[in-house]
């Protein structure tokens, strides 16, 4: 029987950022990237509790993968899995979406593939990713 897919280790937050406009006095709208957030639950009072911080298991590839990835001008390739949100899903899926590890913004991620849901269960969700210049 063949071994399932699952998380190992949940260590590195990663945070999500959706394209944007503001508007600033005297220039006009400005493009910028809002933090995507989603509910983590209820508290006792019903309030819902939002969180923009997710905790994912992140392996950056090496080896033969990443020469050939290298050789595609793909820097920092990396392999993202994390509990399936749906919200998330459905941002990776229809938008252009940068991904910050560890929350800082310097360090701008894009997709590289689509997002799965793995084996279609909503419990898993996966995706590579590569790095950017912070647009």
Do not use: H
Not at 25 to 33: F, L, P, R
Request: glycine share 6%; proline share 4%.
């Amino acid at each position: 029987m063949a071994k399932l897919p699952t998380i190992e280790k949940r260590r590195t937050a990663i945070r999500f950022a959706v394209p944007g406009t503001t508007y600033v006095a005297g220039a006009g709208a400005q493009k910028t990237y809002v933090p995507l957030s989603v509910t983590a639950g209820t508290d006792a009072d019903g309030t819902p509790i939002m969180t923009d911080t997710f905790y994912c298991e992140w392996k950056n590839n090496y080896g033969t993968v990443a020469i050939q990835l290298e050789q595609q001008q793909v820097q920092n390739p990396a392999r993202i899995r994390m509990v399936f949100i749906q919200e998330i899903y459905d941002t990776l899926q229809d938008k252009l979406c940068l991904i910050y590890k560890d929350g800082d913004t310097s360090k701008a991620y894009v997709l590289s593939s689509s997002p799965d849901n793995v084996l279609s269960e909503n419990k898993m969700l996966e995706f590579n990713v590569k790095r950017t210049e912070v647009l």
